[in-house]
Nanobody, 124 residues
Framework: QVQLVESGGGLVQAGGSLRLSCAAS??????????MGWFRQAPGKEREFVAH????????YYADSVKGRFTISRDNAKNTVYLQMNSLKPEDTAVYYC???????????????WGQGTQVTVSS
């Protein structure tokens, strides 16, 4: 079974920062073969795209809502993808998921592998 495990979530005040990590089990998934994405889902809302990074990191795309504040990166040698979140706002509060896709995509349906999610709560 493919394993993607997110970590780094927590409670932070508005304006603060968090760094999320998503580690893949090399026995089941080598992220170098995948576009890696971050999504988030707030209570009562649909899961929404946050950012993705292509196989070697040459192309990166962000949702407008996080552009300039969040940075996605990957370390294929460590089989890990990151999301650095700065200048956090209360509206960033959500469960954050990492996911893997075999193509460049922004919709959740095009990602075949998912982590269990990590909660990010931003207080005002």
């Amino acid at each position: 079974q493919v394993q993607l495990v997110e970590s780094g979530g927590g409670l932070v005040q508005a304006g603060g920062s968090l760094r999320l990590s998503c580690a893949a089990s090399e026995r089941t998934l080598s992220i170098s073969n995948y576009v890696m994405g971050w999504f988030r889902q707030a209570p009562g809302k649909e899961r929404e795209f946050v950012a993705h990074i292509t196989w070697r990191g040459f192309n990166i795309y962000y949702a407008d809502s996080v552009k300039g504040r969040f940075t996605i990166s990957r370390d294929n040698a460590k089989n890990t993808v990151y999301l650095q979140m700065n200048s956090l706002k209360p509206e960033d509060t959500a469960v954050y998921y990492c996911a893997a896709s075999q193509k460049v995509a922004v919709t959740p349906y095009e990602y075949g592998y998912w982590g269990q999610g990590t909660q990010v709560t931003v207080s005002s």
